[in-house]
């Protein structure tokens, strides 16, 4: 049961259920894609990416979701082990609901709980399991109460967006007649807004480079974790979003010239794209 202070200031258990799994969403969002564990996800307006070690977390305020990666682990064992890690860390945790969802076209089991996280506030988790061949991940999603019903519209466009990708991309093979191939072009870089936390320049801008695909255009064109993209063909990058959407507009075979900020230092960087693995 949820602390009473707060009891007075919810809905019934059922109804919280059913806006847990009911309510739609429709909210803007721009694409965060990790190339070296191979998923895409939409980060909602206004959220923030934050890299946690392996991990990767979309926040803002006191909700969140984490995107972790189990491997020789079941779908349902990978949630009840996060449930019960959780659990141990929270008071009065509960279990609201088990079932599963379609994630990425394919099903998804999840867990619904309830409880007070370490901060005292009442809050509800929700884990979803989604397989990625012989990888797992996890969808671990957390809500205050009060930002129930304004939150969860974004949360669920969170885990409706999450698609798994095919590993770090094979090298490129040339269409007909020598042309590029057509279709999607594929950097091969993770990329976040910079944060007032990063060691940065004054007035600095641009794309926090986050992670870099093993034997992708990025890593051979010299880019590193750590880089701050800061122009893309001379013109200005003032978010992360900016750069996967000049690479949207090109195709495989294209070259793109980068201004690359590392440790102060700005430098020109050209990335040969190939098509999206």
Same mark, same amino acid.
């Given at each position: 049961m949820l602390n009473p202070t707060v009891r007075q200031t919810i809905v019934?258990?059922?109804?919280?259920?059913?806006?847990?799994?009911?309510?739609?969403?429709?909210?803007?969002?721009?694409?965060y894609e990790d190339p070296r564990r191979g998923y895409r996800v939409e980060v909602p307006a206004g959220w923030k990416?934050?890299?946690?070690?392996?991990?990767? +977390?979309?926040?803002?305020?006191?909700?969140?979701?984490?995107?972790?990666?189990?491997?020789?682990?079941?779908?349902?064992?990978?949630?009840? +082990?996060?449930?019960?890690?959780?659990?141990?860390?929270?008071?009065?945790?509960?279990?609201?609901?088990?079932?599963?969802?379609?994630?990425?076209?394919?099903?998804?089991?999840?867990?619904?709980?309830?409880?007070?996280n370490p901060k005292g506030v009442a809050s509800f988790l929700k884990v979803t399991a989604v397989p990625g061949? +012989?990888?797992?991940?996890?969808?671990?999603?957390?809500?205050?109460?009060?930002?129930?019903?304004?939150?969860?519209?974004?949360?669920?466009?969170?885990?409706?967006?999450?698609?798994? +990708?095919?590993?770090?991309?094979?090298?490129?093979?040339?269409?007909p007649r020598g042309e590029p191939p057509a279709g999607p072009a594929f950097l091969g870089a993770g990329l976040r807004d910079l944060e007032p936390d990063d060691e940065l320049p004054p007035n600095?801008?641009?794309?926090?480079?986050?992670?870099?695909?093993?034997?992708?255009?990025?890593?051979?064109?010299g880019i590193e974790p750590g880089d701050i993209v800061t122009h893309v063909d001379g013109r200005p990058v003032a978010r992360a979003a900016d750069l996967p959407r000049a690479v949207a507009a090109r195709r495989p075979g294209d070259v793109l010239e980068l201004t690359v900020l590392r440790e102060g230092r700005a430098t020109r960087v050209r990335v040969t794209l190939e098509p999206r693995p």
């Open positions: 019934p258990v059922p109804a919280i259920i059913l806006l847990l799994l009911v309510i739609p969403w429709a909210v803007s969002a721009d694409p990416v934050r890299q946690l070690g392996e991990d990767v +977390r979309l926040e803002r305020g006191g909700a969140g979701v984490l995107i972790s990666m189990s491997e020789g682990e079941a779908p349902g064992d990978l949630v009840s +082990r996060v449930a019960e890690q959780v659990g141990s860390q929270w008071s009065k945790f509960q279990e609201l609901k088990r079932g599963s969802v379609t994630v990425g076209g394919q099903p998804a089991p999840f867990g619904l709980y309830s409880g007070v061949g +012989r990888q797992v991940f996890a969808l671990i999603a957390t809500i205050p109460e009060p930002d129930l019903a304004a939150l969860k519209p974004v949360l669920d466009r969170i885990e409706q967006s999450f698609v798994v +990708r095919a590993a770090p991309p094979a090298p490129r093979d040339s269409g600095a801008a641009g794309a926090f480079v986050g992670v870099v695909a093993p034997g992708g255009p990025a890593e051979r064109a």
